[in-house]
């Protein structure tokens, strides 16, 4: 069961946030992963690059059901080269 937790951290030199182990570890942030912040409304949010990459599996899936259309795009490549 997931549990929401709630740091305080303070702006550092250089903008600089430190975040707490205990973040890290529940997280399973490691020394030089890449993050991605975004900014709305007031509230900033922190993901991984591979979180992100994860949610957008099968975002369209509901756009065509039943058709592979990076395979389709990748045929029609093909083809259009081809005939080149």
């Known amino acids: 069961m997931s549990r929401i937790g709630t740091y305080r951290v303070r702006l550092g ?9 205990e973040l890290r570890r529940r997280a399973g942030l490691e020394e ?3 993050l991605v912040l975004s900014y709305q409304d007031g509230v900033v949010r922190m993901s991984t690059r591979e979180h992100l990459a994860r949610a957008g599996l099968g ?3 509901s756009t065509a059901p039943g058709r592979d259309l990076a395979a389709e795009l990748i045929a029609e490549r093909r ?4 005939r080149e």
């Open 59 to 61: 975002m369209f899936a």
């Open 79 to 82: 083809a259009e080269a081809a």
């Open 32 to 34: 030089g992963q890449e």
């Open 13 to 21: 030199d250089r903008g600089r946030l430190v975040l707490p182990a």
